[in-house]
């Protein structure tokens, strides 16, 4: 798994920037119900899109955490007061205290199958009856965009998506979630170029692929033999799942 503290300086700019956190909190607020007050936003990395979705609902109070203190404190900067530096398996929160739980692009970093459930059931925990938990799933395949990039990469070693939709959505029922809506939005600035599909495999995204691993080295170069290495490809396109804590 990459370094967040190492990648917090450079994340924004290596995914889209500002355009992907509009599309992804547009999508966000979309999916949450009409009267949500408190919105707490699980691994909210740098903050950036969740400083999106506290300016744009009116009256919205919105938390985010993250493990990372270098990532806590980017956050921090742009919404100050507000961020709290925990463990998503241990929310130091109250049961039902927020109306609203999200988690964007966080269940696909979690290798371990019992820690993805903790982290839904903590969600879940937190989350009043009547409130909305709304995740991103199936992060991996957004990026299949049918390039050849794709082609190359179609053989590499890969591991079980722990984001996959039924995974989550079975997660969310043993809570007794129920599914309460999906959305997609794109990932603005996400094409890939041949030549960062490169620099990606040697900075260690690709988790199955080791950077300086032979393998790798080996997809490098059957990238680096593409045409239009500046050329992105089709942006992904991000799904998200949304799920409701009954009344009562």
């Known amino acids: 798994m990459l370094d967040y503290d190492e990648e917090a300086e450079r994340y924004d700019a290596m995914r889209g920037g500002e355009p992907r956190a509009a599309a992804a909190a547009e999508a966000v607020l979309g999916l949450l119900p009409p009267g949500a007050d408190r919105l707490l936003d699980v691994a909210c990395g740098t903050g950036i899109v969740t400083r999106?979705?506290?300016a744009g609902r009116a009256g919205l109070r919105v938390t985010g955490v993250d493990l990372s203190p270098v990532m806590a404190r980017h956050a921090s900067d742009r919404l100050p007061g507000t961020i709290v530096r925990a463990d998503c398996r241990r929310l130091p929160f109250a049961e039902g205290e927020f109306d609203a739980v999200?988690?964007?692009?966080?269940?696909?970093?979690?290798?371990?199958?019992?820690?993805?459930?903790?982290?839904?059931?903590?969600?879940?925990?937190?989350?009043?009856?009547?409130?909305?938990?709304v995740t991103t799933v199936d992060k991996g395949a957004s990026h299949n965009v049918g390039s050849d990039i794709d082609v190359v990469l179609s053989s590499r070693p890969r591991r079980p998506a722990s984001d996959a939709a039924a995974l989550v959505g079975?997660?969310?029922?043993?809570?007794?979630?129920?599914?309460?809506?999906?959305a997609r939005f794109p990932g603005r600035g996400q094409g890939r170029s041949p030549r960062r599909a490169i620099a990606d495999l040697r900075r260690g995204w690709f988790v199955t692929l080791p950077p300086g691993h032979p393998?790798?080295?080996?997809?490098?170069?059957?990238?680096?033999?593409?045409?239009?290495?500046?050329?992105?490809?089709?942006?992904?396109?991000?799904?998200?799942?949304?799920?409701r804590k009954p009344d009562g």
Do not use: K, M
């Open 102 to 133: 999200t988690s964007v692009w966080l269940l696909h970093l979690v290798e371990d199958a019992d820690d993805v459930r903790r982290i839904v059931a903590e969600c879940a925990r937190v989350l009043r009856p009547g409130g909305v938990y």
């Open 215 to 243: 393998l790798a080295e080996g997809f490098a170069a059957r990238l680096a033999a593409l045409p239009d290495q500046e050329r992105p490809r089709p942006e992904p396109e991000f799904t998200l799942c949304a799920f």
């Open 52 to 54: 999106r979705l506290a």
């Open 170 to 182: 079975a997660y969310a029922a043993g809570c007794g979630l129920l599914p309460a809506g999906r």
